[in-house]
């Protein structure tokens, strides 16, 4: 069974989508299938495609949830040693070797991600050159644009 790691906040969102999913998208989809059955001819009823069309994608992304909560790996970073390592579910504070520019990323399970508002994938190039290193160390990271050198400044068990 593969295991798909997460943060306690990850694991409580999958549960929350697959809920809404459950009780109210599939309900409603089922009515509206119903619905564009009352209108007739089924061949050339554009709303019936549509809604099983979302009835099929509603579907797949429950199995989909269903399987990633059965093999979930909730990892609390509060619970870890707090040793200055970087490991999954901490916050990383990082200064660029070449520019100075502070940034900080969290890493989380692949769902989770959000480059947006500073969320990494355990999985992305950023977190794998991360991982096993301490505060302190630099860490090499092949970018499209280049090699980034990165200072570990502090690392953030929450």
Same mark, same amino acid.
């Given at each position: 069974m593969?295991?798909?790691?997460?943060?306690?906040?990850?694991?409580?969102?999958?549960?929350?989508?697959?809920?809404?999913?459950?009780?109210?998208?599939?309900?409603?989809?089922?009515?509206?299938?119903?619905?564009?059955?009352?209108?007739?001819?089924?061949?050339?009823?554009?709303?019936?495609?549509?809604?099983?069309?979302?009835q099929?994608?509603?579907? +797949? !992304?429950?199995?989909?949830?269903?399987?990633?909560?059965?093999? /979930? #790996?909730?990892?609390? *970073?509060?619970? %870890?040693?707090?040793?200055?390592?970087?490991?999954?579910?901490?916050?990383?504070?990082?200064?660029?070797?070449?520019?100075?520019?502070?940034?900080?990323?969290?890493?989380?399970?692949?769902d989770?991600?959000?480059?947006?508002?500073?969320?990494?994938?355990?999985?992305?190039?950023? +977190? !794998?050159?991360?991982?096993?290193?301490?505060?302190?160390d630099? /860490? #090499?990271?092949?970018? *499209?644009?280049? %090699?980034?050198?990165f200072?570990?400044?502090?690392?953030?068990?929450?």
């Amino acid at each position: 069974m593969q295991r798909y790691p997460m943060t306690p906040e990850g694991h409580q969102a999958l549960e929350e989508e697959l809920k809404q999913l459950k009780t109210i998208e599939r309900p409603r989809i089922t009515t509206a299938i119903a619905e564009a059955r009352e209108h007739g001819d089924l061949k050339e009823n554009a709303e019936y495609h549509a809604a099983r069309e979302q009835q099929g994608l509603c579907e +797949a !992304r429950i199995r989909d949830i269903e399987a990633k909560l059965g093999g /979930a #790996q909730v990892i609390d *970073p509060a619970k %870890l040693p707090q040793d200055g390592r970087v490991v999954f579910g901490v916050t990383v504070v990082l200064e660029n070797a070449d520019s100075g520019e502070e940034c900080q990323y969290k890493i989380v399970g692949d769902d989770e991600a959000d480059f947006k508002v500073g969320k990494i994938s355990v999985n992305s190039p950023i +977190a !794998r050159g991360l991982i096993g290193k301490s505060e302190g160390d630099e /860490a #090499q990271i092949q970018t *499209p644009s280049g %090699l980034v050198v990165f200072e570990i400044l502090e690392v953030i068990y929450q």
